[in-house]
């Protein structure tokens, strides 16, 4: 059943990659547990055998930054939904990165190839602490269909000015009230 790893081994790395979407869990006292779907596509890179990041993009909410900023600890799950069951987990903790940053501007060039994504605010940074692969017997099958191109065309149809009102507006405090570090991003 599960195993527990003190890195992400070659194996759990290749079915993290795999994988067309992936759910970020994190928590801070006196707030909600938050869990969020991330895309894996163009976004998620495994930079080492204890670290991962993923380029965030501007969305509903800002309560993973916010968690983060408060208290840190963060669990990223990927799920095989094809024909080897699997579920990965990796277990650490995290830090945002925001835009306009000199550490966001190398992160970007040295692993997205200096490309940023429509409506990008921050790079997620985990120190994986453990990773844990267990049977997925019971994760069902999906066909994957493609990706929904709706928020990378509300970002472009946003614009810059347009993304950084909403950031303004929707950005600054998580749905509890945490500050989320994001007017960083803002003042570039």
Known sequence: MAKFFDSITDPLRRIAERQHIF?????????????????????????????????????????????????????????????????????????????????????????FDGKELPGARQIVVQTVEAAQSSCGYGVPFFEYQGERPTLREWSERKGEDGIKAYWQDKGLASQDGLPTGLEVALET
């Open 23 to 111: 759910f970020v869990a994190s928590a801070a006292e006196g707030a909600r547990v938050n869990v969020s779907p991330r895309p894996t596509r163009d976004t998620l890179r495994i930079t080492g055998p204890n670290e991962v990041i993923y380029l965030d993009m501007t969305g509903s909410g800002m309560e993973t930054a916010a968690h983060l900023k408060a208290d840190g600890r963060m669990t990223m799950m990927f799920c095989s939904f094809d024909a080897q069951p699997m579920i990965v987990r990796f277990f650490g903790t995290g830090r945002s990165v925001f835009r306009g940053s000199d550490e966001y501007q190398a992160l970007l060039d040295a692993h």
